[in-house]
């Protein structure tokens, strides 16, 4: 079946560096690949997504590109901030209700 | 809309006993997920109901497990009887579709004794 793999599993940057985390993924019919973020004891939350029929997409500091030959995905953060730190999921589906989930990275940001 | 409402937010209870856990969707939805999150398993999917009806079932672990959903907007899981491993934060999320961005609630951290 699917899977998802994803590194690292946990991440420590300075505060105004950037941070790249990355996920392969195993069946090349998957075709959505939302990042999600949750805080220390909170919910998940959905930050930016991608489609297979789109390379990257951008909102402010975030970033996601996707490169479907090689079956694999990243999320870029620029320009960290404290508020930052949390665990990042990634996930990927074949265009229905199972998202198959990554493991989580833990990104800290160092003041 | 004050989003995806879970309940109880904490329980702790003894192994053998029934635990019940509630969620209130989001008006409009007609997605409904139940999950699990451990630290040694990550996300896990237990159930997804659309409009009300279990599509999928085959991440309820075991008979213990039961979910329900009698109407649009509450759903329902009952854990019977507990038992120490069942210990983990449930979520339940919405969505306006199966494809849609999945809104979590606050999640239930069950601690079975």
């Known amino acids: 079946g699917e899977n998802v793999e994803q590194h690292p599993s946990t991440l420590s940057v300075q505060e105004g560096d950037s941070a790249v985390i990355k996920c392969t993924y195993s069946?090349?019919?998957?075709?959505?690949f939302p990042w999600y973020k949750q805080e220390l004891g909170k919910r998940p939350q959905l930050i930016i997504d991608?489609?297979?029929n789109v390379g990257e997409k951008k909102d402010q500091r975030i970033a996601v590109t996707l490169n479907k030959t090689a079956k694999h995905f990243s999320l870029h953060i620029t320009e960290t901030q404290p508020e930052d730190s949390a665990v990042y999921f990634c996930a990927a589906s074949k265009g229905n209700y199972q998202l198959i989930w990554g493991a989580g990275t833990k990104l800290i940001i160092k003041p | 809309d004050a989003g995806v409402i879970q309940s109880p937010r904490h329980e702790v209870t003894e192994m053998g006993q029934e635990v019940t856990l509630r969620c209130k969707l989001i008006s409009g939805h007609n997605s409904l997920f139940w999950y699990r999150q451990t630290m040694m398993r990550g996300l896990e999917l237990l159930i997804y109901?659309?409009?009300?009806?279990?599509?999928?079932d085959s991440g309820m672990p075991e008979d213990r497990f039961s979910a329900k959903m009698p109407n649009a907007s509450f759903s329902t899981l009952k854990i019977q009887p507990s038992e120490p491993r069942d210990s983990a934060v449930y979520f339940c999320?919405?969505?306006?579709?199966?494809?849609?961005?999945?809104?979590f609630g606050e999640g239930s951290r069950l601690t079975v004794l």
């Open positions: 991608i489609r297979s």
């Open positions: 109901f659309n409009n009300n009806v279990p599509i999928d």
């Open positions: 069946d090349s019919a998957s075709n959505y």
């Open positions: 999320a919405s969505s306006l579709s199966e494809t849609g961005e999945l809104f």
